[in-house]
């Protein structure tokens, strides 16, 4: 304790304050008397956040929902005033230090029978603490006073009242982080909704703290991000832990916080047989018992420092201060009308939200599936939908590039907005929109109509896209969870276009393009169902929000490219507007891969992140102008040449999706054995190696021996390729910015098909065989250029590329789309 200094006001509402007992990330702390000579502990609100009106709010809820809390092993919230000028909270005075101070000063490692008394408290106290509706957040040594009979836990909920106030104002004036970063779970630091299970990390962290004087993962010397990647990622050492504990500690450190053991286990499995042995060494016992003693003949002494400038909080004076309460004491502490009615905070279970996380996956590659067979199916219908409705030629081209002008105009908007509005939102919104477009287009009686749906549909598939991965990158924060659901969407993503236009091609053989086009009705209202019925997604949400100018630039610089390319495929590469526009498109957008590179890399802890994403969001553009090249061209050779119906050409791609499913799952395995650019650098050489031989097949050749062995090339190498790529530009991406990050990698593909198609539509003369053939050796240089750019530009390690997602600033957000 110290002694008060002039500064500081002589009433905190209707306490009498008589000392200061020091000061935390939140504000100081005073010891105070009651008018009935209840000793308090006063924790009063630092300036900078007494004036945010969201703080004030969430500080209201939470001291309303900390004052229910009970138990024996808990500091009771006494009284509280967030209204008043300098807002503050009371809670039960303890009188002992905190356990940091006994293990680092007073004694040192407690023994295994101490340690195992602490679990068995501090689980009880947690108990208390969510029962109330609170997660602790916070819990650390010195968040834990040790007395006499047992330890208790203090400041329990309120630092998610900072929460709101993390992102643009408080952390990048301050740099405060919500928590403390040696006893943070794997959830914080990933940015992650926290659930019961993060309390019980923390717990194993103080545990290991108690029994070894060492801070679970290291002091942190190398930096803070490095300290936090190491909590995410490495497992703890726990070196110098009793053996009778050490497995029930490795167990509450789990980074999967499901595997974690509940606190009625842990309350169970430390429960001792002689519950009235002392709990702490004598030693100890007796230096809490000369504290108490100095407590008791305490006497609080006038100040007579110099006076001093006190902290200037909205609307205070030490006079205000003075005057708040009668110079007598106030009321005695209790509910008063200062007071909100108690709001209930639901506590979230891991348990069976976190079991739907696979079902929630399926939903979301299903969707993404979806937009694949989309562009497939209709490329497909395209000459009867020409003869149906007797579109002209140039009415047919411009009814072809709605839908890819509208992908781009959303694409980079629509996944900042699934940040704030909510990925799951966005997704539903995004369904409804393409179930509604595929009613109006199977019904179009005109060109007109028919142009309304494909806009209609292009934006909705936009949202689509970027929702579908933010909520994969959300969702899965084990790495080997995460890169098996990479593998699963790659699969989608890279497959989906060639299974469309084999199922096109079914439904029109057998069928009509409006049938196609009602299809994707009953689809879409499906997943929709799904989408309500499954996923979960954050509501707080913290920090997230719309960067103008990165979407300004971003769908200024794809626009751009889109509209020169469609343009290109009409008018021919040397056109005036197709060059401006095309010299326009590219800079932008190559500046924007490289501006989200940068954003995305602000709290990598590893040089060389922003040439890892920028190189990766090249790579996929180059690897999806490949892909859709061959697509495109392989459908006309095999229509034109082979003159197969659409049916048997697009069941011709099939062995293409296959092996782009296979290879994505086997390299999702290798991202934990290999570096990133070993696989995408492998997977586009195979590729180039297929399409060679795709080039070199002649009219009228055998598709067994002539097709067949290039195309399933170039799907084990697209599949091999995409799923390091993903992982490298969506690794340790906040959750805040999951939208963001899924839109480059949405416009970065849509960009490479854009390329794609105008590779083969832009030779405006010449015979079928001939644009086939030059269209593929560009795809092959594009596809080694993609290899050249991953192989000098990303330079992870293994266990970097499938990072999870790590957030700074901190905030309570969960395992959205689970």
Known sequence: MDELIAGDPPFIGPYRLIARLGAGGMGLVYLGRSEHGRTVAVK??????????????????EVSAARQVGGSWTATVLDGDPEAPVPWVATQYIPGPDLHTVVSKDFGPLPETSVRTLANRLALALQAVHRAGLIHRDLKPSNVLVTVDGPRVIDFGIARAMDSLAGDSLLTRTGMLIG??????????????????????????????????????????????????????????????????????????????????????????????????????????????????ELLDYAPVTPSAPPVTPPQYPGYTPTAAANAAPRGFGPPPGPGPWLPPPAPVPVRDAGPVHSRRWLGLAVVVLAQ?????????????????????????????????????????????????????????????????????????????????????????????????????????????????????LGIYAAAA?????????????LDYLLSWRVTQFAGVPVAVVLLVGVLAVLHDDESRVGARVDPAAVALGTGGLLALTLGLTRAGSNGWTNGLTLVLLFLGV????????????????????????????????????????LFALLTSVTFFLEE????????????????????????????????????????????????LGLVLLAFATPHGSYTVQLLPGLVLVGLGVGLALVPLLATVTSGVPTSRAGAVSSTVGAALQAGAGIGAALFAVPLHG???????????????????????????????????????TELPLSDRGPAGT
């Open 44 to 61: 009063v609100v630092q300036a900078e956040y007494a004036g945010h009106p969201e703080f004030r709010r969430r500080f209201a809820r």
């Open 180 to 293: 403390s970063p040696g006893f943070m779970s794997p959830e914080q630091v990933r940015g992650l909704e926290l659930t019961p299970a993060s309390d019980v990390f923390c717990l194993g962290a103080v545990l290991v703290y108690a029994a070894t004087g060492r801070l679970l993962f290291g002091a942190g010397d190398s930096g803070l991000n490095a300290h936090l990647f190491r909590i995410a990622e490495e497992e703890p050492d726990l070196t110098g832990v009793p053996d009778g504990l050490v497995d029930l500690v490795r167990a509450c450190l789990h980074k999967n916080p499901a595997e974690r053991p509940t606190l009625e286990q842990l309350v169970e499995r430390t429960a001792a047989a002689d519950e009235s042995a002392e709990w702490l060494p004598s030693p100890v016992l007796a230096q809490l018992g000369r504290h108490a003693a």
């Open 369 to 485: 599936l979806m937009v694949g067979l989309q562009v497939g199916t209709f490329n497909v219908s395209v000459p009867e939908i020409q003869r149906d409705l007797h579109i002209s030629h140039q009415s047919l081209t411009l009814l072809v590039n709605t839908y890819t002008v509208a992908f781009a105009a959303l694409v980079v908007l629509g996944g900042h907005v699934s940040d704030v509005v909510g990925r799951k939102p966005a997704l539903a919104v995004g369904l409804a929109g393409f179930g509604a477009a595929s009613l109006l287009g199977g019904a179009a009686p005109n060109s007109g109509i028919l142009l309304a749906a494909r806009a209609l549909q292009g934006l909705s598939a936009a949202l689509v896209t970027a929702a579908a991965l933010a909520l994969v990158v959300a969702s899965f924060t084990d790495p080997r969870e995460r890169r098996t659901a």
């Open 494 to 506: 890279g497959g989906g276009t060639a299974l469309g236009m084999f199922a096109g091609g079914s």
């Open 587 to 626: 800079p932008l957008f190559l500046a924007f891969l490289w501006q989200q590179a940068r954003s995305d890399s602000a709290a990598s802890p590893r040089a060389g992140a922003e040439s890892d994403r920028f190189g990766g969001g090249f790579a996929l553009l180059l690897t999806g102008a490949g």
């Open 641 to 688: 040449f082979e003159d197969l119906s659409p049916l048997r050409a697009g069941l011709g791609l099939v062995p293409l999706a296959v092996a782009v499913l296979v290879a994505a799952l086997v390299s999702a395995r290798l991202l934990d054995r290999a570096a990133p650019r070993v696989p995408a650098v492998t997977g586009s050489a195979v590729a180039a």
């Open 767 to 805: 015979s079928i065989h001939d644009r086939y053939v030059s269209t593929l050796w560009w795809a092959v240089g594009g596809v080694l250029l993609a290899a050249l750019v991953a192989g000098l530009m990303i330079t992870a390690r293994p266990e970097e590329a499938r990072s999870v997602p």
